[in-house]
Nanobody
Framework: QVQLVESGGGLVQTGGSLRLSCAASGVTLGDDYTIGWFRQAPGKEREGLSCISSDDGSTYVEDSVKGRFTISRDNAKNTLYLQMNSLKPEDTAVYYC????????????????WGQGTQVTVSS
């Protein structure tokens, strides 16, 4: 049984930082899975932020967070991370990690497994 569990969300002021974690079980993140971070703000669609490709391990970062968010993984801990710096109020959302057996990049429908999400709130 595959399980992804996010943690690390919370309330932070504008300009602050958070590091999100996604602990995986039932799937090895270092194997043939594309893994990524997404977020969904109230009334908006879920959007992709960053992913690590299963093809060659390349990382991709969406333009709106490039330079502020960094994706990484620790294969020994089977955990995915998202370091978020210089946070803005518009970053407020529920953040999700996901894993895909294929390589869907930011295509939400292409992901097979999802965590339950962790709330990030950035106050102005």
């Amino acid at each position: 049984q595959v399980q992804l569990v996010e943690s690390g969300g919370g309330l932070v002021q504008t300009g602050g930082s958070l590091r999100l974690s996604c602990a995986a079980s039932g799937v090895t993140l270092g194997d043939d899975y594309t893994i990524g971070w997404f977020r969904q703000a109230p009334g908006k669609e879920r959007e992709g932020l960053s992913c690590i490709s299963s093809d060659d391990g390349s990382t991709y970062v969406e333009d709106s967070v490039k330079g502020r968010f960094t994706i990484s993984r620790d294969n020994a801990k089977n955990t995915l991370y998202l370091q978020m710096n210089s946070l803005k109020p518009e970053d407020t959302a529920v953040y999700y990690c996901a894993a895909a057996r294929s390589n869907p990049y930011y295509n939400v429908r292409g992901y097979d497994y999802w965590g339950q999400g962790t709330q990030v709130t950035v106050s102005s």
